[in-house]
């Protein structure tokens, strides 16, 4: 497929997703684009940092090589994440290949670790949220570098399924504190499949009375429909 469409289309797709299981899967099909594994949505770590689990938001990754990877408290062994102390640039990193140098030296049991979950390469691309919080895309896989051409196609598909991310994560931090307790009611009996005339009934009020509550929840939530409501009201658990 030509790049260009490529970028287009997986960029569309991201777009599109509604919750972070979609938002991953997406992510997870342009890493296999890309011949790569796995995709992790992290916080980037500070010095003080010891664990990798607590700073990771979504991945691919086996839970077992977290497990592993912060109980011999690998992460103060990384010898990538220093490098992000004077650059902003996306960095890689690579197992030694036969004939050719190591640049991921590290410790003999961490090297161990990787290669068992077949981690051979990888890449992080460092991102900024809109309230200035940092953060990592990382990819990680088995395949020979990628060209300088797939570098780029792919830290602006990143940048896009970030942004994506970003939305989610900020909306989450503020929904549950935006409707009302009566908003609330009405989305609860909606999402059991309630009309607004049902509703109404139930509730003691107007079908008028219920679409408008409606309506706010709706503008609140940042939706266009009440189907994208109730799906967003589930992920962000203002609902069951």
């Not at 009309?195 to 679409?211: C, F, K, M, P, R």
Request: with cysteine; proline share 5%; charged share 20%.
């Amino acid at each position: 497929m030509i790049i260009a469409e490529r970028q287009s289309l997986l960029s569309e797709e991201l777009a599109s997703s509604q919750t972070r299981a979609q938002l991953m899967a997406i992510m997870a099909r342009v890493a296999r684009e890309f011949g790569l594994d796995h995709v992790t949505i992290m916080v980037a770590p500070n010095p003080n940092d010891i664990l990798i689990s607590p700073l990771v938001l979504e991945s691919t990754l086996p839970a077992q090589f977290a497990r592993e990877f912060d109980k011999n408290h690998f992460l103060r062994n990384c010898p990538i994440l220093p490098r992000f102390s004077n650059s902003i640039l996306p960095q890689t990193w690579r197992l030694d290949a036969e004939g050719e140098p190591d640049n991921f030296e590290c410790p003999a049991k961490m090297n161990e670790l990787l290669r068992r979950h077949n981690l051979l390469m990888g890449m992080i691309f460092p991102m900024n949220s809109v309230d200035s919080g940092r953060y990592f895309m990382r990819y990680d896989g088995a395949r020979a570098p990628l060209h300088q051409s797939e570098m780029n196609e792919l830290g602006m598909i990143s940048l896009h399924g970030f942004d994506m991310f970003d939305r989610m994560r900020r909306a989450e931090s503020v929904a549950p504190n935006v409707l009302s307790a009566r908003e609330l009611e009405v989305l609860r009996w909606t999402a059991q499949g309630k009309t607004s005339v049902e509703i109404g009934q139930i509730l003691a009020l107007s079908d008028h009375t219920v679409n408008a509550y409606m309506t706010n929840a709706i503008k609140k939530l940042d939706c266009v429909n009440r189907t994208q409501l109730v799906a967003k009201a589930i992920r962000l658990k203002l609902i069951n």
